[in-house]
């Protein structure tokens, strides 16, 4: 998820509870909600490099419990440091300090996993990716209730105190703002399983399906792009939760190249291996250029439609003798074809 998100979460945890249990919990909670980010330093070394490491071993189980313990510890140092307040509040607290830091760390792991992008969470002991696939990295939706649930009660609270009536409680925002996320994860989820289903019911160009995805709408919860793989070729179409007719006959076709000495020598590449591992759906083509070829890869996971770009393409260019002139990567491709 985006770093809005998971700061938003961060806060309504807060307010339902948690800022009552030690000093230092809000900030606490909202450092530890973008912490797995810490990896973002990958992107230095270039595109490849930052596919290579993002939501690697930080968003472990592992990395996740590190990050957490150091991070309670940082907070407890500096609660140490930091004389208290005038006012009344909860006391400093250690142990609520690394409880904190961890629910915090594992909150974004947990909304990173629901997305399609995905997390290795048995790093480093296996890389293999895990992706829930039920909600877009950024959530129009998400943030409405978020902000809409962290919002009111101040308002409510501002009209009380000029009609004198009792003032408004926060921690039923926030309660309602951490229950209308899960809401949506639930409703996304029942969506996400019946469209994979609704697409495992047909055939495409009288092949059965041998891979599905079902990959969410920036904004509709029962919009989805659906993508199938069969032997010879990616089907991808657009389809409802509520419509039960899957049109199986027009789908955009991406068919597979045979292979060749070309696509060989580009998955050799250290860009093309790193991306190989990371796509679901790779589409490879190549094209013949006055140099030699032009070797693009591209994650149909982020096909949507015609008119729009779609992210995760690897380009690899050789030379007539297959030799490596370039390669690179970008998380913003061409536009489909």
């Known amino acids: 998820m985006d770093n809005l998100s998971h700061t938003l979460a961060a806060v309504a945890l807060s307010e ?7 000093r230092f919990a809000t900030l606490t909670l909202m450092v530890g909600a973008n912490l797995p980010d810490i990896d973002l330093v990958s992107a230095l070394g270039g595109a490849a490099t930052f596919l290579k490491y993002h939501r690697g071993i930080t968003h472990s189980l592992l990395g996740a419990a590190v990050l957490a313990g150091a991070l309670g510890a940082a907070a407890y140092y500096l609660g140490r440091m930091v004389p208290p307040p005038r006012k009344s509040g909860p006391p400093l607290n250690a142990g609520w300090l690394f409880a904190i ?4 760390v594992a909150s974004h792991v947990l909304m990173d996993f629901t997305n399609s992008y995905g997390t290795r969470p048995f790093l ?17 939706l998400l943030w ?10 101040p308002l409510f609270r501002l009209i009380s105190e000029e009609v004198g009536a009792a003032k408004t409680k926060s921690r039923a925002g926030a309660i309602f703002a951490l229950c209308s996320m899960l809401a949506l994860w639930g409703v996304r989820d029942v969506a996400h399983r019946r469209v994979l289903s609704m697409l495992d019911a047909h055939t495409y160009g009288q092949e059965n399906p041998i891979q599905l995805g079902a990959f969410p709408s920036p904004i509709n919860p029962f919009g989805w792009t659906g993508v ?16 039960p007719d899957v049109d199986a006959e027009h789908t955009t076709v991406y068919h597979k190249p045979e292979s060749s000495p070309v696509l060989d ?7 093309a291996q790193i991306f190989l591992d990371f796509a679901r759906f790779p589409w490879p083509t190549v094209e013949r250029t006055d140099d030699g070829f032009d070797v693009t890869i591209e994650d149909l996971r982020g096909a949507t439609s015609p008119a729009q770009r779609r992210p995760f393409v690897a380009e690899i260019k050789l030379d007539k003798n297959l030799h490596v002139l370039s390669e690179s990567f970008s998380f913003l491709g061409k536009s489909n074809p």
Not at 16 to 22: F, P, Q, S, V
Not at 265 to 271: H, L, V, Y
């Open 228 to 243: 199938v793989e069969t032997g010879t070729a990616f089907h991808v179409l657009t389809i409802s939760a509520f419509d």
């Open 144 to 153: 409405a209730l978020l902000i809409l649930g962290l919002s009111l009660p």
């Open 101 to 104: 830091s961890g629910i915090a």
């Open 16 to 22: 339902a509870g948690l800022n009552r249990k030690t």
């Open 124 to 140: 480093p002991f296996s890389a293999r990716w895990y992706a829930w696939d039920i909600m877009p990295i950024v959530d129009l």
């Open 265 to 271: 020598a580009a998955a050799k590449t250290r860009t």
